[in-house]
């Protein structure tokens, strides 16, 4: 079984950074895509970014381009995100998922496990 464990969600205020971190267990990290979604209260859960199995590709929604990054380091299991530049929009609960496949996608329904969220509230 699957198990995605987010950290280091929290307050910042505007314009500033935080990096996010996803611990995973129970299927081979390396061999499978990852990707960050965020929701809001009150809206859908939302793509923001995706990364295959090397690292060798990743897929941002536009509106974080340039200000977010994912990596993912396959030796301790882990994916990241990076955030700066901030701003109070990007308020919102931080999911990592996985999904059966080498291959990045964008859609919620593509992936198949989920964490529980960290939560990230930018200030102004």
């Known amino acids: 079984q699957v198990k995605l464990v987010e950290s280091g969600g929290g307050l910042v205020q505007a314009g500033g950074s935080l990096r996010l971190s996803c611990a995973a267990s129970?299927?081979?990290?390396?061999?499978?895509?990852m990707g960050w979604f965020r929701q809001a209260p009150g809206k859908e859960r939302e793509f923001v970014a995706t990364?295959?199995?090397?690292?060798?590709?990743?897929v941002y929604q536009d509106s974080v381009k340039g200000r977010f990054t994912i990596s993912r380091d396959n030796a301790k299991n882990t994916v990241y995100l990076q955030m700066n530049s901030l701003k109070p929009e990007d308020t919102a609960v931080y999911y990592c998922?996985?999904?059966?496949?080498?291959?990045?996608?964008?859609?919620?329904?593509?992936?198949?496990?989920w964490g529980q969220g960290t939560q990230v509230t930018v200030s102004s």
């Open positions: 990364i295959n199995w090397s690292g060798s590709n990743t």
């Open positions: 998922a996985t999904r059966n496949s080498r291959y990045v996608a964008v859609a919620v329904k593509e992936y198949d496990a």
């Open positions: 129970g299927r081979t990290f390396s061999s499978y895509a």
